[in-house]
């Protein structure tokens, strides 16, 4: 038989104390309920674990080792329940996360850095989807949270601002307007317009084409246009295109980033989650994105 954790608590104090008087205080239970215990255990395993003597006990050799060995169950037993605790607050075990294009330059690997320092024990699982993925993946339990641009949403899905980001012109270096300072989104219409198709990314498309539509003008959309050819096309000045500002973190090469005179327009980007399958450690990832959104003003009233 094993001895009980119980027990190899009572066989480490009596190691620890060198006595079973002074063990038992310590583990505030009788002297002669301890040494039942202990003795139990060396009946168990047929081994003696300590030497009586008139001053005391003295642990042999064989006992030296079923103590270090005791104490590392014990601390791994402790370890377990306190794991599991901060599990049960979202604070340790495993949070899937998906994430789409437009988050990838800063949004989302900034909330992931603060998660890791509030959050040490919890371990993000994470791959980049397309915006039309989504909603699957979040509907049939594959993924625990997403990160977006704002689209509609079924009832079954809730959602929390996390930023609203400026848009800029992404031009070919050689475009005409590529050597101003700023622009309007006006200045872009007559270009082909490259955008990732709304069946790929629904919310983005669906805020960019707004933002040609809040200037007074229909744009005309690249119908060829795809998720490998978009930068491609910008590029060689075939056309040109929105996209978010912290794409300047990795600006693809042969293309310029202009600003959009203010206010420019803005994409949203949200975090969402079933709401019938919310794990505790979901509340730990929006209050990270809370706390940068606040630092860096990503939601400016």
Not at 139 to 164: I, K, M, S, W
Not at 194 to 208: H, L, Q, T
Request: hydrophobic share 45%; with cysteine; glycine share 8%.
């Amino acid at each position: 038989m094993t001895p009980e954790l119980r027990q190899m608590r009572y066989v480490v104090a009596v190691a620890e104390a060198r006595s079973f008087t002074r063990a038992a205080a310590r583990m505030h239970i009788a002297q002669q309920a301890l040494s039942q215990q202990v003795r139990a255990v060396e009946d168990q395993i047929g081994v003696e674990l300590f030497a009586r003597t008139s001053r005391g006990v003295v642990v042999t050799a064989p006992g030296a080792v079923f103590v270090q060995e005791a104490k590392r169950v014990i601390n791994a037993a402790e370890r377990a329940v306190a794991r599991t605790h901060a599990a049960s607050r979202g604070e340790a075990g495993v949070v899937r996360l998906v994430y789409t294009l437009t988050t990838v330059y800063e949004t989302f690997p900034a909330i992931v850095e603060r998660l890791a320092e509030s959050c040490p024990g919890l371990r993000v699982q994470d791959r980049e989807v397309f915006g039309a993925d989504v909603e699957p993946l979040l509907l049939d339990g594959g993924q625990d949270l997403a990160f977006c641009p704002r689209t509609a949403l079924p009832a079954e899905l809730r959602r929390q601002e996390v930023r609203r980001e400026p848009f800029v012109a992404a031009l070919a270096s050689g475009h005409r307007l590529a050597e101003r300072a700023s622009i309007t989104v006006s200045d872009l219409a007559g270009d082909l317009l490259e955008v990732w198709p709304r069946e790929m990314a629904p919310g983005f498309y669906d805020a960019v084409l707004g933002a040609c539509r809040d200037a007074g003008f229909e744009p005309r959309v690249d119908e060829h246009a795809s998720g490998s050819t978009v930068w491609g096309n910008i590029a060689a000045g075939r056309g040109g295109g929105l996209v978010v500002r912290s794409l300047a973190l990795q600006q693809p090469r042969g293309i310029v980033l202009v600003p959009i005179e203010s206010p420019p327009p803005q994409l949203t980007i949200d975090a969402v989650w079933h709401a019938g399958h919310e794990i505790p450690a979901v509340e730990r990832v929006l209050e990270a994105a809370a706390e940068v959104g606040a630092e860096r003003n990503w939601l400016p009233t």
